[in-house]
């Protein structure tokens, strides 16, 4: 509980620091589990193949975030696991081993998390090097955070846009969205609102992949 209740402090002090008004209503909302803790349930343990690179790119950030090693600290309780519809249908042949997810706080009934909330889910998501996260949608309200970085993202009919460290990245409910990482593993905190039972799906894109940023250094099929 410790570790969960540093954790949230972190990440509520992080979304602080935003003007966004999303981002304020979170850190409250983050607050106010701190406060007043559900139940802490443990969770079966699993892995997936790039955890071990992303674990090694949150430990490079210690030093200059809080964030960071609270969330390190947090991981070995956390079951990461991958999306069953994605893996049956994966856009490319590497993705399956250059992502995973854990969720922190979610609805219950769905994927093993250390707490429960109806009307909020929030978790962690990773991504190897040189990995295309498809365009996608899906009808919950969805903010990113990047704990580490860089990253490429694009929004609607948007170009890709780069993103350090630390930036917070929101999408409306159905706003379709994709990511890019760029040379190393990259590790991102979500948090969603909404509907919470309805799985992203991907959607087909009019902007290639080869189209990203000359500065994202990608080699992607």
């Known amino acids: 509980m410790k570790v969960l209740t540093t954790f949230l402090q972190s ?25 007043s803790l559900p139940p802490v349930r443990p969770v079966p343990a699993a892995r997936v ?5 992303c674990e090694s790119e949150l430990i490079s950030r210690h030093g200059s975030s809080e964030l960071a090693r609270s969330l390190s600290e947090l991981l070995p309780h956390l079951h990461i696991t991958r999306s069953k519809t994605y893996l049956a249908n994966p856009p490319s042949s590497e993705f399956g081993d250059n992502y995973g997810y854990g969720i922190i ?8 998390a250390l707490i429960t909330a109806p009307d909020i ?4 998501m990773f ?33 890709w846009a780069s993103r350090g460290t630390e930036a917070i990245i929101h999408h409306p409910s159905w706003m379709p969205h994709a990511t890019l990482s760029a040379e190393r593993p990259l590790v ?29 250094g990608l080699d992607l099929k």
């Open 49 to 53: 193949p790039i955890q071990e690179a």
């Open 105 to 112: 706080c979610g609805p219950q009934g769905g994927p093993p």
């Open 11 to 35: 990440f509520a002090d992080a979304l602080d620091s935003d003007a966004l008004p999303v981002s304020r209503s979170h850190a409250a909302r983050l607050r106010a589990l701190q406060a």
């Open 188 to 216: 991102l905190l979500y948090i969603w609102e909404g509907d919470l039972d309805t799985d992203a799906a991907f959607i087909p894109d009019h902007m290639p992949v080869d189209a990203a940023p000359p500065q994202a």
């Open 127 to 159: 991504l190897g090097p040189r990995t295309h996260y498809p365009l996608h949608h899906h009808p919950a309200d969805e903010l990113y955070y990047t704990v580490t970085g860089p990253s490429f993202w694009r929004a609607g009919h948007a170009d």
């Open 121 to 124: 889910a929030f978790g962690l």
